[in-house]
């Protein structure tokens, strides 16, 4: 069964704090892995993609990594603020060049307090 | 273009009636996808079309469950006879291609009573 776990479930940190989220899933054999921000009651915006060729994408703040060896990615956000507070989910993509789905974790929940 | 689409954004409705959500994608992306998400929980896959042709189902798209995109250009999701089970937030998605970036909508939160 296709799995992935993000960890931890909820975080909260001060304001100016850096931080990494965590994401294991249990097939190596992945096309690529994408992390999403999700605000409460809205739909996901994406944030990184990064193909199972590549280790690391970045953007502004963020960083993700790839690891499919120990099927592990992390979200690294540096210098956290307040409007970074949301749920982070990530998702890998599994299958061959036919179709490919999103398998997702279920969301690590993010509040950067002032 | 302004990203993918959905409407309505919210809808309530009895037990037992039939419901139509509307996806309108990025105009050249000929990907076109629809989860399911309650709450708490990811996102769950539910179809998939390459252009009108629906590929992909999941098995948790019962009978109940119909998903269209007749021309490859926007879909519409149908639940006949809705159950209390049925309450979960439905988005859709897009994409160029399959292994390409995928964008979200905002979703349509479907409330049974």
């Known amino acids: 069964k296709q799995e992935v776990t993000q960890i931890p479930a909820a975080l909260s940190v001060p304001e100016g704090e850096n931080l990494v989220l965590n994401c294991s899933f249990t097939d190596s054999a992945i096309y690529n892995l994408q992390w999403f921000r999700q605000d409460p009651g809205k739909g996901l915006t994406s944030l990184l993609l990064i193909q199972s060729s590549q280790r690391e994408q970045t953007s502004g703040r963020l960083n993700a990594s790839l690891d499919k060896s120990s099927g592990r990615s992390t979200l690294y956000i540096a210098a956290s603020q307040p409007g970074d507070s949301a749920t982070y989910l990530c998702a890998h993509r599994l299958g061959d060049t036919g179709f490919q789905k999103l398998v997702f974790g279920t969301g690590t929940r993010l509040l950067v307090s002032p | 273009d302004t990203g993918v689409s959905q409407n309505p954004r919210h809808k309530i409705t009895k037990r037992g009636q039939n419901v139509t959500f509307r996806c309108d994608p990025i105009s050249e992306h000929n990907r076109l996808y629809w989860y399911r998400q309650t709450l708490g929980q990811g996102p769950e896959f539910l179809t998939y079309?390459?252009?009108?042709?629906?590929?992909?189902k999941s098995r948790l798209l019962s009978d109940r469950f119909s998903a269209e995109r007749p021309k490859g250009s926007f879909s519409t999701l149908e639940i006949q006879r809705t159950e209390q089970g049925d309450s979960a937030m439905y988005l859709c998605?897009?994409?160029?291609?399959?292994?390409?970036?995928?964008?979200f909508g905002q979703g349509t939160r479907l409330t049974v009573v």
């Open positions: 998605a897009s994409s160029f291609q399959g292994n390409t970036e995928a964008f």
């Open positions: 079309f390459q252009n009108e042709a629906q590929l992909e």
